[in-house]
């Protein structure tokens, strides 16, 4: 058994608290709805339960001893975890958190637009949204639901989103300067627009779709690499150059006329965006229905 209850009783320390923050067994009795008579004996008894002084008693007042001050901090810190801890489990009770991590492409092109669906059928459901590129472990976060582009061989174990299916894209303005694009070896001659991966990543890059859809070795430098594939996008889409889309992620801006797409140059791979139980043995039902809700989405 703790010291608290005990040796200390839980209600002295809550009278010591407010005796120490206001240096005055009257205010304290004020705000417990007691007597000064009452908080003086409750601090005296708790010194004794101590066997330290906690307050000098001075002309009109008290004030904190060494001890008494750093029992205060001490007790001041409790005091503010526990309001915490009780304000977070009632607005779970109340609105249950669901946190999704996904990458920040996902995020942007595919999650945030469809949520405000979301939200309008489940608006007891806080869902947060945490972005991952795939360089740092991420299974010490508190995460329900992990959307994450997987290789073929991990997204054989989880439920799928889509698979990978990917195609060059560009602006109109770009087709109208450079086009017809109607074969590889036109296509490698234009300045491309390159994402550079992270460990733990699994972009299919320039070189690797070269060779998987022709069998070629793709040499020449990008013209432009970014670390953001919503920054490529944008790069392309201001005709900068030619990027590689992903269906699922760029479709809108593809039925919109925003980009165009390459469409005899696709390529499939056994890749995709899979879902992830990030705390699998964690039950709740919110977290279920925010699972049927995505996999209902990409379907």
């Known amino acids: 058994?703790?010291?608290?209850?005990?040796?200390?009783?839980?209600?002295?320390?809550?009278?010591?608290?407010?005796?120490?923050?206001?240096?005055?067994?009257?205010?304290?009795?004020?705000?417990?709805?007691?007597?000064?008579?009452?908080?003086?004996?409750?601090?005296?008894?708790?010194?004794?339960?101590?066997g330290i002084p906690l307050f000098e008693?001075?002309?009109?007042?008290?004030?904190?001893?060494?001890?008494?001050?750093?029992?205060?901090?001490?007790?001041?810190?409790?005091?503010?975890?526990?309001?915490?801890?009780?304000?977070?489990?009632q607005r779970q009770?109340?609105?249950?958190?669901?946190?999704?991590?996904?990458?920040?492409?996902f995020a942007a092109y595919w999650l945030l637009p469809r949520l405000p669906k979301f939200r309008r059928r489940h608006p007891d459901i806080d869902v947060r949204i945490m972005t991952h590129q795939g360089g740092r472990d991420w299974h010490d976060q508190e995460v329900d639901v992990a959307l994450l582009f997987c290789d073929a061989r991990t997204l054989s174990g989880v439920p799928r989103l889509f698979g990978e299916a990917v195609l060059p894209v560009c602006s109109p303005a770009f087709l109208d300067q450079y086009g017809p694009i109607d074969s590889l070896a036109k296509l490698v001659e234009l300045p491309l627009m390159a994402l550079l991966s992270e460990p733990g990543q699994h972009w299919l890059d320039w070189s690797t779709y070269f060779r998987e859809l022709a069998g070629v070795a793709y040499v020449q430098s990008a013209e432009l690499t970014f670390n953001n594939y919503t920054l490529l996008i944008q790069a392309v889409i201001a005709g900068q150059g030619i990027g590689l889309g992903w269906r699922g992620l760029i479709d809108d801006q593809l039925a919109s006329g925003v980009l165009v797409g390459l469409e005899g140059m696709s390529l499939t791979t056994g890749g995709g965006y899979g879902l992830i139980d990030g705390r699998a043995g964690a039950a709740g039902s919110a977290k279920q229905i925010v699972r049927d809700w995505l996999l209902e989405e990409a379907r």
Do not use: C, K
């Open 93 to 105: 009770h109340r609105h249950p958190q669901v946190n999704i991590l996904t990458d920040f492409s």
């Open 57 to 89: 008693r001075i002309y009109r007042g008290v004030r904190l001893t060494e001890a008494g001050q750093a029992l205060f901090v001490s007790v001041q810190e409790g005091f503010a975890t526990i309001e915490r801890t009780l304000d977070r489990l």
């Open 1 to 50: 058994m703790s010291l608290i209850g005990r040796r200390v009783s839980p209600h002295g320390l809550r009278v010591f608290e407010a005796a120490a923050r206001h240096l005055s067994f009257t205010a304290a009795a004020g705000e417990l709805h007691s007597t000064q008579s009452a908080v003086s004996q409750q601090v005296r008894s708790l010194e004794e339960q101590l």
